[in-house]
């Protein structure tokens, strides 16, 4: 069975800065999609990012880009430039041939200003 | 503008009743799931739909029980074989291929959600 695992339960970033939030995941199967998600204190959850594993291209919107380690398993979510509405808790998830997705323990993040 | 609605937003259930939440979509996709959020915890799948008058078990299916009438609605009833149904829960839904097939790289969409506690 596929898991997901973020180890940082918290962290703190000072508005303007960049943040990076850590996921490694564990898998057999060689296709995949991994998926961060962001959840605010209104607890909707949006999807901030999408990376392929068959792509060796690194995803990127705008402020926030992955860093997508496919033989080390790590799944790591950039933000540059932090602003204040970038607080909340966020989500890696792993998408594979079932296609049921499997997320992570989440991570607090919180934007100083 | 097309969504998901989840209804209501805060839920009460006394024991030994049944309750149902409902979970409304109209971004015309065939795949629905229920999710259970736990403090602490990322999400957990309990059921999923890939196509209507068809669903299976997820993770934690046991005490909960759904079904799929209808493309647009995947009501989730929480049974009081469910001993701690206290938790946030989230309806979500997703393209598939047409026959029923998940894509794995479609992204869900997700409702805002029902909390819902123990009288």
């Known amino acids: 069975a596929q898991t997901v695992t973020q180890s940082q339960p918290e962290m703190s970033v000072q508005e303007a800065e960049t943040v990076t939030l850590s996921c490694t995941y564990d898998t057999s199967e060689s296709d995949y999609y991994l998926f961060w998600y962001k959840q605010p204190p209104s607890r909707q959850m949006i999807l901030v990012i999408r990376q392929e594993a068959y792509k060796q291209q690194n995803a990127t919107e705008n402020r926030f880009s992955v860093n997508f380690q496919k033989a080390a398993k790590s799944f790591s979510l950039k933000i540059s430039d932090s602003q204040l509405g970038d607080a909340a808790m966020y989500f890696c998830?792993?998408?594979?041939?079932?296609?049921?997705?499997?997320f992570g323990k989440g991570i607090t993040l919180s934007v100083r200003p | 503008d097309g969504g998901i609605t989840q209804s209501p937003k805060y839920l009460f259930r006394k024991e030994g009743q049944n309750v149902t939440l409902s979970c409304e979509q109209n971004?015309?996709?065939?795949?629905m799931y229920w999710y259970r959020q736990d403090p602490g915890q990322g999400l957990r799948l309990i059921y999923y739909s890939q196509i209507v008058n068809d669903f299976q078990k997820g993770d934690i299916a046991e005490g909960y029980s759904v079904s799929r009438e209808k493309k647009e609605s995947f009501p989730l009833t929480v049974t009081s074989a469910q001993k701690n149904p206290t938790a946030f829960y989230l309806c979500a839904s997703s393209l598939t291929s047409g026959t029923g097939v998940l894509y794995s790289n479609q992204p869900q969409h997700f409702g805002d959600g029902t909390r819902l506690s123990i009288l």
């Open positions: 998830a792993y998408t594979g041939a079932n296609s049921k997705l499997t």
């Open positions: 971004l015309n996709h065939d795949a």
